[in-house]
């Protein structure tokens, strides 16, 4: 199978920047399955059920999310609506699987392509970011629980040890490992020797001229004076990042895998 995973979505540039490249990606590179990280694709905070069906409508089959999944809460109500229905689109959405028991939202979703069943976890780290439940131990027990061989991993999390931890723990056992969260992509690209493709970090879909997506005088400010400040996106400089593998369908292991940077000013894949 052929897929394709989206680096962090940030806001109204980073969507148009899907909009406008992932036609393309998925017609020279036979794209099969599509996957994207998306807690930032509503102004950089979050995600509305308006946003995510307009993500599913360019060809996106499940969002990952991570640590800014309440901060639109019409979500909750989105999530809510879909216990006990399994078509409904809210079970595409996915908030870090490791979360509280109870907390609205899914945090697996399984599904096919043709007779290929897939499965898509999201799990958040704990490393300076809210304490969760183990996430090393709730990717057993989900692994354990579907019949896939074919398994993608986001994890969201803070610090590079972590995510490089999990890509190690998991190695073997899920066809990939991706990071997200920082924003900015990493160059460990690469298939671990058990046959599970890793990033440490997709790096963002959204404006580079800026500090991880914010209008940077505006964090600079914060930095200089300590001073609270309201964050408002930037929207220059747009990048299309993501990572290209494929694998067996048989084994779920990873035979190749593809950092992909598109810059905006440039077009082309670099």
């Known amino acids: 199978m052929r897929i394709l995973f989206i680096g962090d979505i940030f806001g109204r540039p980073g969507r ?47 969002i990952t999310t991570g640590n800014h999944i309440w901060d639109k809460r019409e979500i909750i109500d989105y999530f809510n609506a879909a216990d006990g229905d399994v078509r409904h689109p809210a079970r595409r959405i996915l908030r870090p699987a490791n979360y509280p028991a109870g907390t609205p939202g899914f945090g697996m979703y399984e599904g096919k392509v043709g007779d290929t069943p897939y499965a898509v976890i999201s799990l958040q780290g704990r490393v300076f970011l809210p304490s969760n439940d183990d996430p090393f131990r709730v990717a057993d027990e989900l692994i354990g629980r579907t019949q896939a061989k074919i398994i993608l991993v986001d994890i969201h999390a803070e610090a590079t040890s972590e995510k490089c931890a999990l890509g190690w723990y998991l190695d073997g056992r899920v066809t990939a490992v991706l990071g997200t969260h920082t924003h900015i992509p990493t160059a460990d690209t690469r298939v671990l020797p058990k046959g599970t493709a890793y990033q440490t970090d997709v790096g963002m879909t959204g404006p580079y001229d800026s500090v991880i997506g914010v209008q940077k005088e505006l964090v600079i400010q914060r930095f200089l004076t300590s001073m609270p400040a309201r964050w408002e996106a930037a929207s220059n400089d747009v990048h299309f990042c993501g990572v290209y593998f494929e694998c067996d369908d048989a084994t779920g292991r990873a035979t190749m895998v593809e950092r992909i940077i598109i810059p905006e000013r440039i077009g082309q894949p670099r």
């Open 16 to 62: 148009t920047m899907v909009r406008d490249r992932l036609p393309e990606l998925v017609r020279s590179r036979q794209v099969e399955l599509v996957i994207a990280n998306g807690e930032n694709a509503a102004g950089g905070f979050g995600i509305t059920p308006q946003i995510s069906e307009e993500l599913f409508d360019l060809g996106i089959a499940v």
